[in-house]
C-alpha cells in the first residue's frame, strides 16, 4: 500500500531523515518507534505531502506520489495535538475533508457513522472547544477515516492523556483498525504502545533505520545495543569472547555461558538478558549463577521486580511472577540459561 525509499529530509545542514526506506502492506499496522527528535514527524508529514524530501520516494497503491499536493494523496492524517478546527463543529471538522474529497452527498451518512466509530454519537453540533482531550482525539481519528483513505497517519495521537485515557483510546484505535482494516502507520517514542498495538514495529535513531520486525523479534532478537536498550528492560554485562570457545563470555574472574549459535563469534561484546529470564533463588542448577545484594524490591501487583548488585558493582534486574522470598540487603542467587543471554 504504502512504499518508502530512499528517503532523506535536511532542514538546511541537519539531516533529519536519513535514506530511510521501508513499505506498509495492505491492512497492516506498522509503527515507527524511535526517541524524540529522530525524525519520525518529519517522515509522516513528507507522507502526507507536508513537507517536500530532499531525496527519495514516496509510493502509494503503487503511484509515485512523491511531487503530488496533500489534496492529491488519498491520506488520513491525526496530528500530535489533534489539530481540529476550534470554531467549528465536530460535523463540520469532519465535513471539511468529505467535501475537500468530493463527498458533499454523503457527509450526513458518514459523519454519523464514523462518529459511533469512535463511540461519540451524538456530538456532531458541539464545538470543538467544549470537547475534552480524549474527545477531541476521537474527533480527529473519525475525521482522519471518515473519507476512506488509502492509508491513516497518526503522529503520537495519545500524547498529553493520562494514562487510564491513553490506555483505552489505544485499545480503541486497535479495535478500530481491525473493524476497518485500515492501512495504518502509527508513530511513537513509547515503546508500550509500539509492541502493543503493531503488526510491524521500525525502530528509528537520529533518523535512521536500526531495526524492523515483529514486536516479539525486537524484543527477543534485537540487532544491535540500540534497540536492545530502548525496547523492554534488561540487565547488561561486558566481557570479551573465549579465543577458543564462541559460547564462552569472560570479563576478570566473571564467566559466562552463552548459545554458542550467538552471530558474534569473537572479541569485546555486550549481554543482554531479560527480566522474566532471570530465576532468583533457583533450586535447580543453571550454567549461569552468581550472587548479588538485593537493593530493591517493587511489587507490581500482578509481578514483583527485583534488583540486585553483583561483587563486581553490576546491577541486575529479576521480574519474579510470585512474592519473593527475599528482603533488601539479603544477599541471594540468580540464575540463567545460555539460550536466554542476548549477545551484541
Ligand atoms: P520526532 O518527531 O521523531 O521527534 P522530528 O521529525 O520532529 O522528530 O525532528 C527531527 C529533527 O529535525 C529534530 O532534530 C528536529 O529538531 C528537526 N526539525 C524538525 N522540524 C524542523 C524544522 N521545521 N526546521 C528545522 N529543523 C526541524
Ligand atoms: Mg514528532
Known sequence: MLKISGLTKYYDDLLAVDDLSFSVDEGDFVTLLG??????????????????PTEGSIHLRGEDVTDRQPDERNIGMVFQNSALFPHMSVKENISYGLKMHGMDDEIDQRVGEYLGLVEMSGYEDHLTTELSGGQQRRVSIARALAYEPDILLLDEPLTGLDRVLREQIRDEVKK??????????????????????????????????????HPESLYERPVNSFVAEFIGKSSKFTGSIDESDPSIVRNGSSTF????????????????????????????????????TVSHIANVGSHSEIELVLEDGTPVLVESNRFPDVSVDDVATIGFRPQDVIVL
Not at 526517541?35 to 517536500?52: M, N, Q, R, V, Y
Request: net charge negative; aromatic share 4%.
Open 35 to 52: 526517541p524524540s527528535g529522530c525524525g519520525k514527524s518529519t517522515t509522516l508529514h513528507t507522507i502526507a505531502g507536508l513537507i517536500e
Open 257 to 292: 555461558v552463552v548459545d554458542s549459535n550467538t552471530p558474534v563469534k569473537s572479541g569485546d561484546v555486550t549481554l543482554y538478558i531479560r527480566p522474566e529470564d532471570i530465576t532468583l533463588e533457583p533450586t535447580n542448577g543453571y550454567e549461569n549463577q552468581f550472587e548479588g
Open 176 to 213: 478500530i483498525q481491525r473493524e476497518i482494516n485500515v492501512t495504518t502507520l502509527f508513530v511513537t517514542h513509547d515503546q508500550e504502545e509500539a509492541l502493543s498495538l503493531s503488526d510491524q514495529v521500525i525502530v528509528l535513531n537520529d533518523g535512521r533505520k536500526e531495526q524492523e520486525g
